[in-house]
């Protein structure tokens, strides 16, 4: 789980639509309504694919340089950035019921305290994964 930065080539189609296709990952591409469309919707499809491949451990590619990219009557190239913990973050975020063994010292202590076990398993998860709120 990270951030990437992968590039885009963007061809312009009929009507103003813009495709674009990520030449390093496969099956990865979409479409816009315009430019600006079709890189909001490249940033979309760059995280889920990321994240598929991530859930899969599957090896991500190294991005081509983008000065390496060939193109072609009219097409752009640019670079769209993805972060596939804030996908997870946004996507994929429902509760999971997990069970653990503390001293009971411990517990008595917290539940004296009011402590919020959730939050504060949820907080050093977080610290220990290194992952900023």
Known sequence: ???YVFPVILTPEENGLYSANFPDLESC???GEDLADA???SADILALTLYNLEEKGK???APTPINHLKTINGEITSLI???TIEYRKFYD???VKKTLTIPAWL???AEKNDV???AVLQKALKEELSIAE
């Open 1 to 3: 789980m990270a951030k």
């Open 81 to 83: 950035f993805a972060n």
């Open 29 to 31: 591409y979409t479409q």
């Open 116 to 118: 919020n076990f959730s």
């Open 107 to 109: 517990n008595t202590m």
């Open 39 to 41: 890189l909001d919707a």
């Open 93 to 95: 975020n429902k509760s």
């Open 59 to 61: 090896i991500i590619p």
